[in-house]
């Protein structure tokens, strides 16, 4: 069993940064890959990021491409989202997961957290 709990969401103008955290309870979160995800109002949840287990793969959607990172500290059971150059399109509810083994599609997740509110300003 894994419980997970985002951080890191608030309020900030286009061009700033964020960095979400994923905090994970539960000894064998470091043999399972993390996915963040996304919803905006009215819209489904779509991928954002995942990363490995070991975090030696990772993989992004093209929207994030090249201003999102994903790492994670397996001794502190964390997976973090740093975001730059956000803009007003990434506002939404962000949400951790976690999956056996890495992938794109949320149906392939067996663990999610509560998410954490990102709001972009123009």
């Known amino acids: 069993q894994v419980q997970l709990v985002e951080s890191g969401g608030g309020l900030v103008q286009a061009g700033g940064s964020l960095r979400l955290s994923c905090a994970a309870s539960?000894?064998?979160?470091?043999?399972?890959?993390v996915g963040w995800f996304r919803q905006a109002p009215g819209k489904e949840r779509e991928f954002v990021a995942v990363i490995s287990w070991s975090g030696g793969f990772t993989s992004y959607a093209d929207s994030v491409k090249g201003r999102f990172t994903i790492s994670r500290d397996n001794a502190k059971n964390t997976v973090y989202l740093q975001m730059n150059s956000l803009k007003p399109e990434d506002t939404a509810i962000y949400y951790c997961a976690a999956a056996s083994r890495s992938s794109l599609y949320p149906r392939e997740y067996d663990y999610w957290g509560q998410g954490t509110q990102v709001t972009v300003s123009s």
């Open positions: 539960g000894r064998t979160f470091s043999s399972y890959a």
